[in-house]
């Protein structure tokens, strides 16, 4: 497993790994790696790595990527992970309600409000589509699987 902080995480996969809960017995872990989501190279050699062949992936960006990334480093990433064949991605994505975009002009902090229809184009041409999504107060939760085709490599 990828994450960012690796605290709550790690919280979540010591309880799942105890004896009779759901990852009992299997080798999961968590590496930290530093990630630049504007360059996908480094997670390209990342998922194509021999620690990966064989691994179980998916990837989650909560408050994050999908949010503050522009459309070209969102294409960029979910390609790269459509590419490795992660089979499921999750995340939030802005909100488009007026109280999300009030919310958002008293910050200084850049959000992309795409709202799901803003963010579903940009999943379709990264090979994924959105399997199911759920409104929050000030977002929508996503899960994305994979279409049927995958952008080639270039």
Do not use: C
């Not at 902080?5 to 790696?33: C, D, I, K, M, N």
């Not at 379709?124 to 929050?136: H, L, Q």
């Amino acid at each position: 497993m990828r994450s960012r902080t690796g605290r709550p995480s790690a919280r979540a996969l010591l309880a799942l790994s105890a004896p009779a809960e759901p990852l009992h017995g299997l080798a999961v872990q968590f590496q930290h790696h530093a990630d630049d989501w504007n360059d996908t190279a480094p997670l390209a050699r990342l998922l194509g790595s021999p620690a990966a062949r064989g691994a179980i992936i998916a990837a989650s960006s909560e408050g994050g990527l999908f949010e503050y990334g522009n459309d070209e480093a969102v294409v960029a990433n979910l390609t790269a992970l459509a590419r490795a064949g992660v089979p499921i991605v999750a995340g939030s994505v802005t909100s488009t309600s007026d109280v999300r975009k009030r919310m958002i002009a008293q910050t200084r902090f850049r959000l992309f409000a795409r709202g799901v229809e803003g963010f579903a184009p940009l999943a379709e041409r990264s090979g994924y589509a959105i399997a199911k999504s759920r409104t929050a107060v000030v977002s929508e939760q996503v899960l994305l699987r994979p279409r049927a085709t995958v952008p080639p490599s270039q």
